[in-house]
């Protein structure tokens, strides 16, 4: 299981904790070339939708990975038994993530080309700490900022680039159905 697609796929999952299919999915849309970047996918082994699924379904078969849904999309997780699996490498880290508070936090950064990395590793550490893309520049999650985010942007001296909002009342269109 070397450099196989199982284990490219295990080691993704449980590396973030949580994966959606469209993190990986399709490579044609600029908005998937961060996660792509991120997963490594484009040096990985070349993997169709379709063997994707098929894995995914044999190790969901095996108690190996689980479906959970969050906010709304469903993604992929490592069980007991697939942290396990893979010697325990990933386990989640996520006591150094806040919990859920249920205050939705938005986070908008607008950084200049020139500085593009910059740009990916705050894409990644947004990733981690839970956030999901709602435009290309704006991420949402409902967990408190942590201390190394922070941090992380007087490192990269990106304080003047990012703005974190906290959204204390649902907009209009929430509930209109």
Known sequence: MKNSATRVILEKIGELGFV?????????????????K?????????????TFSSILSRLKRQVIVAREKRNNKN????????????????????KNIPPRDGIQRIVVFDIPERERRKRDVLRFELISSGFEQLQKSVWIADRPMTEEFIALLDNLRLRSHVHI????????LQNKH
């Open 20 to 36: 959606t299919l469209d993190a990986f999915f399709p490579k044609k849309y600029t908005r998937a070339l961060p996660a792509r």
């Open 38 to 50: 991120l997963f490594g996918l484009d040096s990985a082994p070349k993997i169709s939708p379709q």
């Open 75 to 94: 993604g992929w997780i490592l069980t007991t038994k697939g942290e396990k699996f893979m010697g325990g490498a990933y386990r989640k880290e996520e």
């Open 165 to 172: 909002f906290t959204v204390q009342k649902h907009g209009t």
